[in-house]
């Protein structure tokens, strides 16, 4: 359902603004259709969205430190075709996260774990005793999810941006899911 949410958002701020106004209703069909169809009715007129080729994919990582952030950019854009659409991304994982940030400046990576590392400290009275509370909390900063846009195959990022799984609770093998939905 969350997934819905989310795209239905993406369509909704892709209308024009007169458009947004008069909306008044969204309709979704079922996944067992052979397309997924989004319908959405507005005092304008009709607009169908005809939204293909849902593709899943599994994407491995294997981390080799307590914390650390692996770019995962390449990785992501071989698999996707060369079309347009949406890149859904999602972690499984409550000890690690997604994060878009610089890519080309490795202190950068090193900061942003230094100050993880501050927030979420491994010396603190955490309730969990499991001995990794510290990557739960981070993972909790990140969030799972990241939704990406998609040209012609290739992910659309700022000209230092780069896609990282962050690694909280390593070394580990791991996995994200991705998901391309052409639009």
Request: net charge positive; proline share 6%.
């Amino acid at each position: 359902m969350f997934k819905i949410l989310l795209i239905v958002k993406y369509i909704f701020y892709s209308l024009p603004v007169n458009s947004r106004k008069s909306l008044i209703f969204i309709g979704i069909l079922p996944a067992t259709f052979p397309v997924h169809l989004i319908l959405i009715i507005t005092l304008d007129g009709f607009l169908f969205f005809v939204i293909k080729n849902v593709m899943l994919h599994e994407i491995l990582v294997k981390t080799t430190r307590k914390t650390e952030l692996v770019d995962i950019t390449y990785e992501i854009e071989k698999l996707l075709p060369n079309k347009d659409g949406i890149c859904i991304l999602f972690n499984p994982h409550t000890t690690a996260g997604l994060i878009v940030n610089e890519g080309a400046d490795p202190s950068v990576k090193e900061d942003i774990l230094a100050i993880f590392n501050q927030l979420a400290p491994e010396r603190f009275p955490y309730r969990h005793l499991e001995g990794n509370s510290p990557g739960h909390v981070k993972s909790a900063l990140t969030g799972p999810t990241l939704i990406l846009i998609v040209e012609k195959g290739k992910l659309i990022l700022g000209t230092w941006q780069k896609v990282f799984f962050a690694e909280y609770d390593g070394p580990r093998n791991r996995k994200i899911y991705l998901k391309f939905i052409e639009t």
